[in-house]
């Protein structure tokens, strides 16, 4: 389910115009097509019976987590003032991005308008636009918020997934012969 949310919400993003990067959009599909492959690796193994497959799945899975749970804890544990570096850094590495936040945030300039620079927002020719860095610190805080906490309860899914499949991997097929070594 949460590959296909990845999926779906990534090209919506993308055909709605709301990223314009589509480098990100193409790493959140990857990304949802692999979990949709492993997700269907933990239902095969589970319907086959197959241990093999159910370890490997329990693995992955893991691994899931672990990376899950770093990046989700990351998004929690951050402060403004290292949030405030890095969007000034995601600031400066792309005309383009900053072209779409100003026009979607009503805003030019990150911390100022530099003189000699036009700006695509509404408020420009009035002279009117206040920087843009405290809407996007507003804004980027809520998603951070937002997304560690829904990461949070979605590792902990994972790591019952890799409870359970530890804990019934082991059992027999009840449709296979009991007179059969395994």
Known sequence: ????????????????GLVSSFQVVGCIIAVGVFLFF???????????????????????????????????????????EQQDQLLEVGWNNSRSTQRDVEKSL????FR???PNRTCDA????????????EKIQEHAGEV??????????FSFTEILGVWLTYHYRNQKDPRANPSAFL
Do not use: D
């Open 144 to 153: 951070l918020r937002f997304v560690g906490g829904i990461g949070l309860f």
């Open 122 to 133: 509404a408020c420009f020719p009035n002279h009117s636009c206040l920087p843009c860095a």
């Open 1 to 16: 389910m949460v590959s296909l949310l990845m999926i779906g919400i990534a090209a919506w993003g993308k055909w709605f």
């Open 38 to 80: 492993v997700a269907g690796a933990g239902l095969i193994g589970a319907m086959k019976h197959h241990q093999v497959l159910l370890f490997f799945y329990m693995i992955v899975l893991f691994m899931v987590f672990i990376v899950q749970f770093s990046v989700s804890s990351a998004c929690l544990a951050i402060n403004r």
């Open 106 to 109: 009503n805003c030019c300039g």
């Open 112 to 114: 100022q308008l530099e």
